[in-house]
């Protein structure tokens, strides 16, 4: 039997977003079933209203429409209806950042006031979104800046399927009829990774619902094995990953020994490296054509000898993966130095001579803090900052 991890006190979902003009339901993150039933009790007979729930969900996701007069395949009378009792409300964008090198980073608010960031990231082969899904993060991982900040709450489906159209919004790729979309069709953004701000699988259900909509083949469409969610090892919800969402999967693996795994991933005090691995090993996706990513930061001094390489490559043996090996982006304060390139190379060629792809990730983003491991909202630097002046002034 699969013992759920207990969710902190702390963490939690708000409920679903109302207009505040008068109460209209907001139809995003819905799931099929919910859309449908929701239709339902708004009068839709049931008869008719799988195909009115389908026709909505394509003008949301597949064509990005949010305005109800604009769903021309409705008759009027039934937009009406739908403009009087619901809205297709998004997050805000209240702040956009565009690094020298292409990287978009957007500021983006949420219920309650509180904020996330989400970064596109082009490539000349792809176009990858990295995805928030809680405000904050419980597992202070002492490496990342966005651990530095404190958990608020988790995200709801339609907050984190928000910020995929959102980035849509800002790439101004929605197709337009008789274009397409999907995989056949225009994308800048080809790739969704949840390695944002939160732990996805202390997220879970709202999680998936967002991710079978970015997924569904009448909705954003995307390919399941171009959806990664990245967990810094919440053992007994890896293998729901795999059944419920059907995604690729990554670890934040980034140590070879326990012991500088509890000081990097605190996470791994509660399930250590071998529970980790046993939990990799039984995968239910696992295969030559759907390899683990094992992500490994490279910090100096701490876990990048040749030696941690080979214990590495001794620890997932057996397992279809890749290591991605990440130059360490600093952030203020931080309290680690990014590897030299040689020790870098070094590493990734032991990785690499072992059978491991092992490519190393290019910095992306640095200049508007927007890299991995340096995603933080404004209000909590803001916060700190403050606090840190009040402190050197005494009066903290």
Not at 164 to 187: F, H, K
Not at 261 to 283: G, H, K, M, S
Request: proline fraction near 5%; glycine fraction near 8%.
């Amino acid at each position: 039997m699969t013992v759920r991890a207990p969710i902190t006190p702390d963490v939690l979902t708000v409920p679903r977003k109302e207009s505040s003009s008068n109460g209209r339901i907001n139809l995003l993150g819905l799931s099929w079933d919910k859309l449908f039933k929701t239709l339902v009790q708004a009068g839709t007979p049931e008869r008719q209203a799988r195909m009115r729930s389908r026709q909505v969900w394509q003008w949301m996701y597949h064509w990005g429409v949010r305005d109800f007069a604009a769903m021309t395949n409705l008759s009027k009378a039934y937009r009406a209806m739908l403009e009087e009792r619901f809205v297709i409300s998004l997050p805000e964008v209240v702040r956009r950042q565009v690094s020298a090198d292409g990287t978009r980073k957007l500021l983006v608010r949420i219920a309650g006031g509180h904020e996330v960031e989400t970064v596109y990231i082009p490539e000349e082969d792809r176009g990858t979104l990295c995805v928030s899904s809680q405000v904050g993060c419980t597992l202070t991982c002492s490496f990342c800046h966005t651990g530095t900040q404190k958990l608020v709450r988790n995200l709801a489906p339609d907050e984190i399927v928000g910020q995929v159209m959102l980035a849509r919004d800002d790439l101004g790729e929605w197709p337009e009829p008789g274009i397409g979309s999907g995989e056949t069709g225009p994308r800048l953004l080809s790739n969704v990774v949840l390695m944002g701000m939160g732990e996805p699988l202390y997220n879970f259900d709202a999680v998936r619902d967002a991710m079978k909509i970015v997924m569904d083949g009448e909705g954003i469409a995307l390919s399941r094995r171009r959806v990664t969610l990245s967990t810094s090892g919440v053992v007994p919800e890896i293998a729901r990953t795999a059944t419920e969402i059907g995604c690729m999967l990554a670890v934040s693996f980034h140590a070879t020994t326990d012991e500088v795994r509890n000081q990097l991933v605190p996470i791994n005090r509660r399930w250590n490296i071998a529970e980790l691995l046993d939990a990799l090993r039984a995968y239910p996706k696992l295969s030559n054509s759907e390899r683990i990513t094992f992500e490994y930061v490279m910090l100096k001094g701490v876990n990048d000898s040749d030696e941690d390489a080979r214990r590495l490559v001794k620890l997932i043996r057996g397992i279809p993966a890749k290591v991605n090996l990440i130059p360490f982006n600093a952030w203020p304060g931080a309290p680690y130095e990014r590897s030299d390139q040689s020790r870098i190379r070094a590493f990734a060629d032991i990785v690499h001579k072992a059978g491991y792809a092992s490519p190393v990730r290019t910095p992306r983003g640095e200049d508007i803090m927007a890299a991995c491991g340096q995603l933080k909202s404004d209000t909590e630097r803001a916060r700190k900052s403050r606090a840190e002046v009040l402190g050197e002034a005494g009066l903290a």
